[in-house]
């Protein structure tokens, strides 16, 4: 079956621009996760959707946001983006919590 | 929140070597995921083990969840294995995922 989808796998955008990412999960999954990775922070979870409704949130601020369908797809925006934005960013797709999770390619984002 | 603690930080190996790499995590896990992530980003489910022991070919992992510590062992190490080795945890209180800083493995041929 299709994996996690992400588009576009790449973007490069200005400072105080903003930018939305997709995800599609895996047929069947309800949840969907999202991550940040950096060199210097690791992989940070920024926020989970289940049912459309955010179910948990992490440490970071209101700039970044998302939402969930009903088809269960996904969308990640990231309003007055600055240069520490620059991040490859990872969607994972799960049944529901203690589920293992599946990720998709990622999207780099880069800021000039 | 839950702290998660990968050991060693950097692993070198001569091709065909074992190595056993170590997560211990600081509260009750509800899932505990093992991921390789290539070259180019990709993060690969290696196994789900939130306790037990299971194998996959070369590899194998254990999870002893009383006492809060997960292994990965992998042998007969091969060029391909090179990459950064992460163990993930959901907390039973938080219900998010937490990374820890990984594994970066290099195999030499």
């Known amino acids: 079956k299709a994996g996690v989808t992400q588009t576009p796998r790449y973007l490069i955008k200005t400072r105080g621009q903003q930018v939305t990412l997709s995800c599609s999960p895996i047929?069947?999954?309800?949840?969907v996760s999202w991550y940040q990775q950096t060199p210097g922070q690791g992989l940070q979870f920024l926020f989970e959707y289940f049912s459309e409704t955010q179910r948990n949130k992490g440490n970071f601020p209101g700039r970044f946001s998302g939402r969930q369908f009903s088809n269960s797809r996904s969308e990640m925006n990231v309003s007055t983006l600055e240069l520490g934005d620059s991040a490859l960013y990872l969607c994972?797709?799960?049944f529901g919590g203690g589920q293992p999770q599946h990720f998709g390619d990622g999207t780099r984002l880069s800021i000039l | 929140g839950i702290q998660v603690e990968q050991s060693p930080p950097d692993l070198i190996l001569q091709e065909g070597a074992n190595s056993t790499l170590r997560c211990n995590f600081s509260?009750?896990?509800?899932?505990l995921q093992w991921f390789h992530q290539n070259p180019w980003g990709q993060l690969i489910n290696l196994f789900y083990i939130p306790s037990g022991t299971k194998q996959n070919g070369r590899l194998s992992a254990t999870t002893v969840a009383t006492e809060r510590y997960s292994l990965l062992y992998i042998s007969s190490s091969q060029t391909t294995d090179s990459g950064v080795y992460f163990c993930a945890v959901e907390s039973q209180v938080q219900g998010d995922m937490r990374f820890g800083a990984g594994t970066r493995l290099t195999v030499k041929p």
């Open positions: 994972a797709s799960s």
């Open positions: 047929s069947g999954h309800r949840s």
């Open positions: 509260d009750s896990v509800n899932n």
